[in-house]
């Protein structure tokens, strides 16, 4: 308190004397979430009149001065903190709209990825690849982008980060400012390191997280600093070897600390030393202990104030809503994928209207991709329209490893295992192997070349097999135990709608195998159903607007499939051409923020004459992992129901009660029949069954409980499900 009362006299008196106008120079700590107190700081700033003639900063330091040097109010900036999920922006999670279709259908399964280096299986540099930070900052500072100089800006800037080969502290000032940024807030084992002129740099404070000493090199006035480091740990806190592994990155951190204080003429340092680097949940605590702090200080920022007279001219920034022509569009720094492969993720093509925040959002889709590690772009003026440059940073990162953990009543117990390899035989191409062990071992094999706007193609491997016991229309047997192979090889065509539709065509090699010892043959072996070969074509259209695989919202989603049996190894003798055709159709919307109603419709048709009871569609239990003709219906064994035919429509009412946690009520009605849509009556003989379940959303993916039963047989099950589907 004496300091702020000296201080409070003595500006006055000292710039009094010189007659000058003084230079005031604000510097922001790093500190991670607790970084948010600067932002209460610059309201009180604000509020008292004071003009801030320069900004540095390190980290969340950097963060929130480089938004406020290039133009943002501290109310604003306020705001985007309070809206933003910062959990979710640092774990690189991308809104499910942005993701490629190919990983809306084969991803979204896996609980650990792990890169691979030279053969070898590694860990990776940081939790997450720091895409989405740099995405989010680009859209905030678009309408500074084309500013390359950061002293140009309407607060001359700069930030602070380090040297990971040499610890050096490295001062940005120029060049892209949300690079810097990213850059100078790269926390170790948090966030990928990045580089910028053949540096790779990490989180500032490793070097100088609280830059005083830099800012008075510059000669300003008077230095504000506000101060949201943490201090050393005390012995009795050191409690693990995380502990130790931070207290070691400290001492360099905190070496000079006190000299730097002693630089600062006004030294700000909030009350928040119970919170922590990721406290983001605590925001609004946060800010009000840097309100608290920055209210002791009033009288010196009003002091300042008044000695600032000649204010500056406000700064002419971009309105980045207005649309402009993109006429041209430059690419720099692929190799290993096509201009048209990303052009076609960012869905832009010369002569399109865009604005800055529209850009932005597209160069989110093609960081979903997860084929960069970084993505920056600058517009330049043209005699007619703008320029659009994309300065890209493929991932060296070509082969990775995810695991994956599962158990239901049908496949039972099963790890996955999948390698992701890129760039195998050509560019835009991957391969992903599926391999699951466990009680019930089978794989998945894709390999896609992503052409982008132009037509793609693929190829695809499945092995299948699962036994289960099953309702018998044999004479004197109720259930029969099924075992039930399926090896299946397709090749097709298609191409993709602004990452909601897929459309295609492709021939598939399908060799079916089902049997049961239930039944015997007169030499005692197992009777056979079906042990054919069989060679199709088909055709498929998706769509998939949901905004979460399991727990989706909002949205719709529509799968429609044509298929048509060419030819057969015919093991019955009693093979003739048919066709199949299934759908499934379904809608989500939220009410009342946290109860979803979700409908789901779907069918299933055969045409043509097929004396095979392999190819019924078979209705029953409860699985999102079923394959071919089986169908989910609660209230009823797996294929109870069974014929050629049938409709089905599913009422799910989900309530999320507390954070990921929900309560389910289900309702399903279907018609199985030889043909359902014979006769007048389309509701006759339709069978219904319904459930109540909870589950819960993990890290391992979704677990539920759900208790069924059916009014038609009084027959009552349990469902339990671990882990992502797969």
Same mark, same amino acid.
């Given at each position: 308190?004496?300091?702020?009362?000296?201080?409070?006299?003595?500006?006055?008196?000292?710039?009094?004397?010189?007659?000058?106008?003084?230079?005031?120079?604000?510097?922001?700590?790093?500190?991670?979430?607790?970084?948010?107190?600067?932002?209460?700081?610059?309201?009180?700033?604000?509020?008292?009149?004071?003009?801030?003639?320069?900004?540095?900063?390190?980290?969340?330091?950097?963060?929130?001065?480089?938004?406020?040097?290039?133009?943002?109010?501290?109310?604003?900036?306020?705001?985007?903190?309070?809206?933003?999920?910062?959990?979710?922006?640092?774990?690189?999670?991308?809104?499910?709209?942005?993701?490629?279709?190919?990983?809306?259908?084969?991803?979204?399964?896996?609980?650990?990825?792990?890169?691979?280096?030279?053969?070898?299986?590694?860990?990776?540099?940081?939790?997450?690849?720091?895409?989405?930070?740099?995405?989010?900052?680009?859209?905030?500072?678009?309408?500074?982008?084309?500013?390359?100089?950061?002293?140009?800006?309407?607060?001359?800037?700069?930030?602070?980060?380090?040297?990971?080969?040499?610890?050096?502290?490295?001062?940005?000032?120029?060049?892209?400012?949300?690079?810097?940024?990213?850059?100078?807030?790269?926390?170790?084992?948090?966030?990928?390191?990045?580089?910028?002129?053949?540096?790779?740099?990490?989180?500032?404070?490793?070097?100088?997280?609280?830059?005083?000493?830099?800012?008075?090199?510059?000669?300003?006035?008077?230095?504000?600093?506000?101060?949201?480091?943490?201090?050393?740990?005390?012995?009795?806190?050191?409690?693990?070897?995380?502990?130790?592994?931070?207290?070691?990155?400290?001492?360099?951190? $905190?070496?000079?600390? @006190?000299? !730097? %204080? &002693?630089?600062?003429?006004?030294?700000?340092?909030?009350? #928040?030393?119970? =919170? +922590?680097?990721?406290?983001?949940?605590?925001?609004?605590?946060?800010?009000?202990?840097?309100?608290?702090?920055?209210?002791?200080?009033?009288?010196?920022?009003?002091?300042?104030?008044?000695?600032?007279?000649?204010?500056?001219?406000?700064?002419?920034?971009?309105?980045?809503?207005?649309?402009?022509?993109?006429?041209?569009?430059?690419?720099?720094?692929?190799?290993?994928?096509?201009?048209?492969?990303?052009?076609?993720?960012?869905?832009?093509?010369?002569?399109?209207?865009?604005? $800055?925040?529209?850009? @932005?959002? !597209? %160069? &989110?889709?093609?960081?979903?991709?997860?084929?960069?590690? #970084?993505?920056? =772009? +600058?517009?330049?003026?043209?005699?007619?329209?703008?320029?659009?440059?994309?300065?890209?940073?493929?991932?060296?990162?070509?082969?990775?490893?995810?695991?994956?953990?599962?158990?239901?009543?049908?496949?039972?117990?099963?790890?996955?295992?999948?390698?992701?390899?890129?760039?195998?035989?050509?560019?835009?191409?991957?391969?992903?192997?599926?391999?699951?062990?466990?009680?019930?071992?089978?794989?998945?094999?894709?390999?896609?070349?992503?052409?982008?706007?132009?037509?793609?193609?693929?190829?695809?491997?499945?092995?299948?097999?699962?036994?289960?016991?099953?309702?018998?229309?044999?004479?004197?047997?109720?259930?029969?135990?099924?075992?039930?192979?399926?090896?299946?090889?397709?090749?097709?065509?298609?191409?993709?709608?602004?990452?909601?539709?897929?459309?295609?065509?492709?021939?598939?090699?399908?060799?079916?195998?089902?049997?049961?010892?239930?039944?015997?043959?007169?030499?005692?072996?197992?009777?056979?159903?079906?042990?054919?070969?069989?060679?199709?074509?088909?055709?498929?259209?998706?769509?998939?607007?949901?905004?979460?695989?399991?727990?989706?919202?909002?949205?719709?989603?529509?799968?429609?499939?044509?298929?048509?049996?060419?030819?057969?190894?015919?093991?019955?003798?009693?093979?003739?051409?048919?066709?199949?055709?299934?759908?499934?159709?379904?809608?989500?919307?939220?009410?009342?923020?946290?109860?979803?109603?979700?409908?789901?419709?779907?069918?299933?048709?055969?045409?043509?004459?097929?004396?095979?009871?392999?190819?019924?569609?078979?209705?029953?239990?409860?699985?999102?992992?079923?394959?071919?003709?089986?169908?989910?219906?609660?209230?009823?064994?797996?294929?109870?129901?069974?014929?050629?035919?049938?409709?089905?429509?599913?009422?799910?009412?989900?309530?999320?009660?507390?954070?990921?946690?929900?309560?389910?009520?289900?309702?399903?009605?279907?018609?199985?029949?030889?043909?359902?849509?014979?006769?007048?009556?389309?509701?006759?003989?339709?069978?219904?069954?319904?459930?109540?379940?909870?589950?819960?959303?993990?890290?391992?993916?979704?677990?539920?409980?759900?208790?069924?039963?059916?009014?038609?047989?009084?027959?009552?099950?349990?469902?339990?499900?671990?882990?992502?589907?797969?």
């Amino acid at each position: 308190m004496k300091r702020i009362l000296c201080l409070t006299l003595f500006f006055p008196l000292m710039f009094f004397a010189q007659k000058k106008q003084p230079t005031v120079g604000l510097v922001l700590s790093g500190g991670g979430a607790k970084g948010f107190a600067h932002i209460s700081v610059l309201k009180e700033i604000e509020k008292s009149g004071v003009q801030i003639d320069y900004v540095a900063g390190t980290s969340m330091g950097a963060i929130v001065g480089g938004l406020y040097a290039s133009g943002y109010s501290a109310t604003e900036i306020e705001t985007i903190i309070k809206k933003t999920d910062f959990f979710k922006l640092v774990q690189d999670v991308n809104p499910r709209k942005a993701k490629p279709f190919f990983e809306k259908e084969h991803g979204e399964k896996h609980i650990l990825v792990l890169p691979i280096n030279k053969g070898k299986v590694g860990l990776p540099q940081g939790v997450s690849k720091g895409q989405n930070v740099l995405v989010f900052l680009t859209e905030l500072l678009s309408r500074v982008d084309y500013i390359q100089d950061f002293s140009k800006l309407p607060i001359p800037f700069f930030c602070i980060a380090t040297d990971v080969e040499t610890g050096k502290q490295i001062k940005l000032t120029k060049g892209s400012l949300p690079l810097a940024l990213r850059a100078s807030g790269s926390f170790p084992t948090l966030l990928d390191p990045i580089e910028i002129d053949s540096k790779l740099l990490i989180d500032g404070g490793v070097a100088n997280n609280f830059p005083v000493d830099e800012m008075r090199r510059l000669g300003v006035d008077i230095i504000i600093g506000v101060d949201v480091q943490s201090k050393l740990y005390k012995k009795e806190n050191i409690k693990s070897a995380l502990d130790v592994l931070n207290q070691i990155s400290s001492y360099k951190m $905190y070496e000079n600390n @006190a000299e !730097k %204080i &002693g630089l600062a003429d006004v030294y700000i340092q909030p009350d #928040i030393k119970e =919170y +922590t680097v990721v406290s983001f949940d605590k925001s609004k605590e946060i800010l009000k202990r840097g309100e608290v702090a920055a209210k002791q200080f009033t009288s010196v920022f009003d002091s300042i104030a008044k000695l600032q007279v000649t204010k500056r001219k406000p700064f002419d920034l971009k309105n980045s809503d207005v649309q402009f022509s993109v006429n041209e569009i430059e690419i720099h720094g692929i190799q290993d994928y096509t201009r048209a492969y990303i052009l076609g993720k960012l869905k832009i093509k010369v002569n399109d209207k865009l604005n $800055y925040k529209e850009i @932005a959002t !597209k %160069i &989110g889709f093609l960081s979903a991709t997860e084929n960069f590690t #970084i993505i920056d =772009y +600058t517009i330049s003026n043209l005699k007619e329209g703008k320029k659009l440059i994309l300065n890209i940073k493929e991932s060296p990162q070509k082969s990775i490893v995810r695991l994956g953990v599962h158990y239901d009543l049908v496949y039972k117990t099963g790890v996955l295992i999948n390698y992701n390899q890129k760039k195998i035989l050509s560019k835009n191409d991957a391969l992903s192997l599926d391999l699951i062990v466990g009680d019930k071992p089978r794989y998945n094999l894709h390999y896609f070349v992503d052409n982008g706007f132009y037509y793609s193609y693929g190829f695809s491997s499945r092995y299948n097999a699962f036994s289960a016991g099953v309702k018998s229309n044999s004479p004197g047997v109720n259930e029969i135990d099924l075992s039930y192979v399926d090896f299946t090889n397709r090749a097709y065509v298609q191409t993709t709608f602004d990452r909601k539709f897929a459309l295609g065509i492709g021939v598939e090699h399908q060799k079916l195998s089902s049997k049961t010892k239930t039944i015997s043959t007169p030499t005692n072996e197992p009777y056979v159903f079906d042990n054919s070969n069989y060679v199709n074509s088909y055709g498929f259209l998706k769509l998939d607007t949901y905004d979460d695989k399991y727990y989706p919202t909002k949205g719709i989603y529509f799968d429609g499939r044509f298929k048509w049996y060419m030819w057969s190894s015919n093991f019955n003798n009693d093979f003739v051409q048919f066709s199949q055709i299934k759908g499934k159709i379904g809608f989500a919307k939220t009410f009342f923020n946290n109860l979803t109603v979700q409908y789901t419709s779907e069918a299933g048709f055969t045409l043509g004459e097929v004396k095979s009871k392999a190819f019924d569609f078979l209705l029953g239990g409860y699985n999102e992992n079923f394959i071919n003709n089986f169908v989910s219906f609660y209230g009823y064994d797996i294929s109870e129901l069974s014929e050629q035919t049938f409709l089905k429509s599913t009422f799910h009412f989900r309530y999320n009660f507390y954070k990921k946690q929900y309560l389910h009520v289900l309702a399903n009605f279907a018609r199985v029949d030889s043909s359902v849509l014979n006769g007048i009556d389309l509701f006759n003989n339709t069978k219904s069954g319904y459930a109540l379940g909870y589950s819960i959303n993990t890290l391992i993916g979704p677990i539920d409980v759900k208790y069924s039963w059916s009014p038609d047989t009084n027959k009552k099950y349990w469902y339990f499900n671990l882990g992502f589907w797969f």
